[in-house]
């Protein structure tokens, strides 16, 4: 079982940057790859970014790709989401999301954080 716990959302202007953390409870973290996924209103829930369970590999989705970088630390039990140059229509809420197999899409994952709102002001 793996509690998660996401932070650091909030608004924002655009061409400006967050930093997204999330909090996992539990001595297995290390043995998950971590997702980030984020879903805007009326829209599906969409992959962010991957990474891979020693932090080596990470995959990102192509509309973030060069401005937001998913990273880890297994010593905190944290996986993070840096946000840079960002624009109106990645307000979203953002979820972090862990499983077993390094995966984009959102049915392989098991355990799910609560979600944090981010929101990028024109």
């Known amino acids: 079982q793996v509690q998660l716990v996401e932070s650091g959302g909030g608004l924002v202007q655009a061409g400006g940057s967050l930093r997204l953390s999330c909090a996992a409870s539990g001595r297995t973290f290390s043995t998950y790859a971590m997702g980030w996924f984020r879903q805007a209103p009326g829209k599906e829930r969409e992959f962010v970014g991957v990474i891979s369970r020693s932090g080596g590999v990470t995959t990102h989705a192509n509309s973030v790709k060069g401005r937001f970088t998913i990273s880890r630390d297994n010593a905190k039990n944290t996986v993070y989401l840096q946000m840079n140059s960002l624009k109106p229509e990645d307000t979203a809420v953002y979820y972090c999301?862990?499983?077993?197999?390094?995966?984009?899409?959102?049915?392989?994952?098991?355990?799910w954080g609560q979600g944090t709102q981010v929101t990028v002001s024109s």
């Open positions: 999301a862990a499983s077993g197999r390094y995966d984009t899409v959102s049915g392989t994952y098991n355990y």
